[in-house]
């Protein structure tokens, strides 16, 4: 449950550094001026994070076992992509996915960019990033919780679009793909009803690169085209906030 889960208080106090070891860039000298050593006794997260060349900019929320993610990476080298996942054993099969196909493509420095991290994303998304800090979220194919009364424990709502919003640069992209009609629905009104959202075209949605990915890459895509299920997409913009 969550309490087990580890965030940071703020996202300027997450260290990034064991995600992302590629991108730490040094700074000795501040960390001693500062005072602070990393004694053992003390949570990696009270001292002071390394810091980063580059920030998470991409965010798969509930990535499973890591489809997207290892989609994604080759096609935007230079960005940070981070899955987040609830489930302990899930999260740890994509970290040893990334480690070996690090490993493998140790010479063309492929999937640096991308990592995977414990997370339960309808609590703590705000404690990881900051304000305005991500260009793209995936949510691809959340679990649908199909009774009335189970809606509260879907991933997308007027409270968690909200969150969303907040985390997203103006400009940035929500996509969103099920195989659920009653889901996508549920998805499209609540986007589409939320001040800081538009719904995007179908042409410049078929264009974007992006989606294509998730209609193929994603493991629970791959069942969807084994079943011969639908693939319900739809895309938002994240709007400028309206000046005061
Ligand atoms: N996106 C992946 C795909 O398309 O193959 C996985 C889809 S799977 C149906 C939904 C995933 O979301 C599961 O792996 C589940 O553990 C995860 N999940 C559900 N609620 C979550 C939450 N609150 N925070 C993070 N992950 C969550």
Not at 178 to 198: N, Y
Request: charged share 30%; hydrophobic share 35%.
């Amino acid at each position: 449950s969550d309490h087990q889960l580890v965030y940071p208080p703020s996202p300027d106090q997450m260290d990034w550094s064991s995600l992302y070891p590629d991108y730490v860039v040094e700074e000795a000298k501040d960390n001693e001026m500062a005072g602070l050593d990393a004694t053992p006794e003390r949570a990696p997260m009270t001292t002071k994070p390394k810091r980063l060349s580059k920030e998470v900019e991409v965010a798969d929320i509930g990535c499973g076992f890591g489809g997207l993610l290892v989609g994604l990476a080759p096609t935007m080298p230079d960005t940070l992509i981070l899955g987040l996942e609830i489930r302990v054993s899930v999260t740890e099969f994509v970290e040893d996915r990334i480690k070996a196909l690090r490993a493998k493509h140790h010479e063309a420095k492929l999937y640096r960019n991308v990592g995977v991290l414990r997370a339960n994303t309808m609590k703590f998304l705000p404690n990881f990033f900051r304000k305005g800090q991500l260009t793209k979220i995936f949510i691809c194919f959340p679990d649908p919780h199909f009774k009335a009364r189970k809606h509260k424990q879907r991933i997308v709502s007027t409270t968690l679009n909200s969150e969303y919003a907040y985390v997203m640069r103006p400009g940035g992209i929500v996509y969103t793909i099920t195989d659920v009609p009653d889901l996508h629905e549920w998805m499209v009104q609540h986007f589409e009803a939320h001040p800081s959202f538009e719904r995007i075209s179908e042409g410049e949605q078929e264009a974007d690169p992006c989606v294509e990915i998730m209609r193929t890459e994603t493991e629970e895509s791959k069942k969807v085209e084994r079943h011969k299920g639908q693939k319900l997409v739809a895309l938002f913009r994240r709007l400028e906030d309206p000046a005061w």
